[in-house]
């Protein structure tokens, strides 16, 4: 009998469509169905250069899922490849082939959750260009959407964004998230380079309370949630997008345009400090040199 190390994933499928078909003796119907959906896991490993069933883990599992996600799969075809995958493993294990089963700790997909609304790559830039940024205001409201964009932060974490949190120099924000947790995530250089104007100015004609926060009211304190969403909604019609929009909208759209261009989950889910993309939560150390790598090769607007 082959060995894990050895057994290639087009063997695996192989036998394990032999065996529903004849020794189950599955519908031809049924077969087929599982069929299609193994294909896709299948062309998915290759396109990644995964050929054996040693390199199949979870995160890969669960990656296939989140890219099947990303192309707009419904929830209900997305449950059904997981349920084909799980089944061939159950197989696999029963026949001593893998000594733990990829898909077990994979959840299904909520069925009849819908993804939040997602803008393309030209919404977002359409929205970036709304704010007129010969104003005060304006380049404040400038400077938010690019650091949101750029962050994919929170909109409290973004309304409560201190004035000493970016380090415009190393290109890094300060942020602390749900739990009180503290993160460090990546700044592109557009974003860095529009805090930069802000600060110089157009904040010192808002800050007439002499406040800790970077993005000031008209007033000098610090803008809030309720405003931002109204402001957001606003620039959105101004630009053109009558989707409807949320600050979670350029968050979501930020883990979507990373992935879509290749970024490592890992190291998106680290970026944004708790993302649940699918079903399953990953957590992993990575290392603050990796994460601006990553970001700076693969973010729209990160300068690279």
Not at 16 to 23: G, M
Not at 95 to 111: F, H, N, S
Not at 223 to 244: D, T, Y
Not at 281 to 302: A, D, K
Request: hydrophobic fraction near 40%; proline fraction near 3%.
């Amino acid at each position: 009998m082959l060995v894990e190390m050895e057994l290639q994933l087009d063997q695996a499928f192989d036998q394990y469509l032999d065996h529903i078909k004849i020794e189950r003796n599955l519908a031809p119907n049924t077969v087929e169905s599982y069929a299609r959906d193994l294909a896709k896991f299948r062309a998915y490993c290759a396109d990644r250069s995964i050929h054996t069933l040693s390199a199949v883990d979870g995160t890969v599992v669960l990656e296939f899922l989140i890219a099947l996600s990303v192309a707009r799969l419904a929830a209900r075809s997305q449950a059904r490849n997981l349920v084909a995958l799980r089944g061939m493993f159950k197989y696999l294990r029963a026949e001593r082939m893998i000594q733990a089963d990829p898909t077990a700790a994979v959840d299904l997909p909520r069925l009849g959750r819908k993804l939040p609304e997602v803008l393309t790559e030209e919404e977002v830039d359409r929205l970036l260009a709304a704010p007129d940024r010969a104003t005060s205001l304006g380049l404040r409201n400038a400077a938010m959407l690019e650091l949101l964009y750029a962050t994919g932060l929170r909109v409290t974490e973004l309304c409560r964004v201190r004035n000493d949190a970016v380090d415009l120099a190393r290109g890094y924000l300060s942020t602390m998230g749900k739990g009180r947790k503290q993160r460090l995530v990546p700044v592109g250089e557009e974003a860095l380079a529009t805090i930069q104007d802000y600060l110089e100015r157009a904040r010192p004609v808002l800050d007439k309370r002499r406040s800790d926060f970077l993005f000031l009211s008209n007033r000098g304190g610090p803008l809030s949630r309720q405003g931002f969403w109204k402001l957001l909604g606003q620039l959105a019609r101004a630009a053109g997008i009558f989707k409807e929009i949320s600050p979670h909208t350029l968050r979501h759209s930020f883990a979507t345009h990373l992935l879509q261009r290749g970024a490592d989950l890992r190291a998106v889910q680290a970026m944004l400090g708790h993302v649940d993309i699918s079903t399953t939560q990953i957590y992993t150390h990575i290392s603050r040199r990796h994460l601006s790598e990553v970001y700076r090769r693969h973010h729209p607007r990160g300068g690279s």
